[in-house]
């Protein structure tokens, strides 16, 4: 279930499912649907109070909806921790990676600002970019591009398969995660596990996933400054316990670990 036009369809998903009597579980994935519970309160109470079970992936929205009274409960997002193998990298060096859809909602347009300040004391900075483009927030994104001269510092790869940009990320140290709306995203969760040093934005569900200055690093939505000085002081102190404690965090998201919740409830 999630926050736009999906919710609909969850919504007349459920009600088919109680005209059927049959039991259903909205599987809770939108960062926006905190702000759907306050516009929509008939419909998210038509959905989420005749479900047999609400599951969030993330503290963060099982906080959100326990607030308005919607029983949750939490089962993770998974991965098979076994398929990522953790780099250890000895010395952090000012090589981006950006692993999301270019949505406007993503922000995709910060990480241009943030390379380009990046610049200001490491000249050698350049950025990797995966992901789809969702709304032609890409245009965007090669507009600043072209306007700070940043041609020869950037790298647009398009959709990859996850064995791909696996394989890609092992030229790269930092992830970077620019979104102004989020809630527990997998690509991060991944990078964790691939053993990066995380710096996003504190919005959402991201403080719910990354504890600030130990396994990771956030900063306010849309400042690009502060990410910049962040990721300096990540390549200053070649701070490696970041991806290390990332990869213990990651951990605890694999299936064989989360799967005993699902079967408990689908019993």
Request: proline content about 5%.
């Amino acid at each position: 279930t999630y926050s736009t036009s999906n919710f609909y369809y969850a919504l007349i998903t459920s009600q088919l499912c109680r005209l059927f009597r049959l039991k259903y579980l909205p599987i809770l994935h939108g960062g926006n649907l905190p702000n759907r519970l306050e516009k929509n309160p008939i419909f998210s109470s038509l959905i989420f109070n005749n479900s047999f079970q609400n599951i969030a992936p993330s503290g963060y929205l099982k906080y959100e909806f326990d607030i308005k009274g919607y029983t949750t409960l939490l089962i993770p997002n998974v991965i098979p921790i076994a398929n990522y193998t953790f780099k250890e990298r000895k010395k952090i060096t000012p090589k981006l990676l950006y692993v999301r859809a270019f949505a406007s909602i993503y922000n995709p347009t910060m990480a241009i600002e943030v390379l380009k300040e990046l610049k200001k004391i490491y000249p050698e900075a350049i950025l990797c970019m995966i992901g789809p483009d969702k709304d032609g927030t890409l245009k965007d994104v090669k507009h600043l591009i072209n306007t700070y001269d940043l041609q020869d510092s950037v790298e647009i790869t398009g959709v990859l398969s996850k064995s791909e940009w696996h394989k890609k990320s092992e030229e790269f140290d930092v992830f970077i995660n620019t979104t102004n709306v989020d809630n527990t995203p997998v690509s991060v969760i991944e990078a964790m596990a691939l053993g990066f040093p995380i710096v996003s934005t504190n919005v959402g569900g991201m403080p719910f996933l990354v504890e600030n200055n130990k396994d990771g690093v956030l900063v306010e939505k849309n400042n690009a400054v502060e990410m910049a000085i962040r990721i300096i002081e990540i390549l200053e102190k070649n701070n490696i316990s970041l991806a290390k404690n990332a990869r213990i965090k990651a951990e605890s998201f694999d299936c064989n670990i989360v799967k005993n919740k699902w079967v408990e409830i689908l019993k």
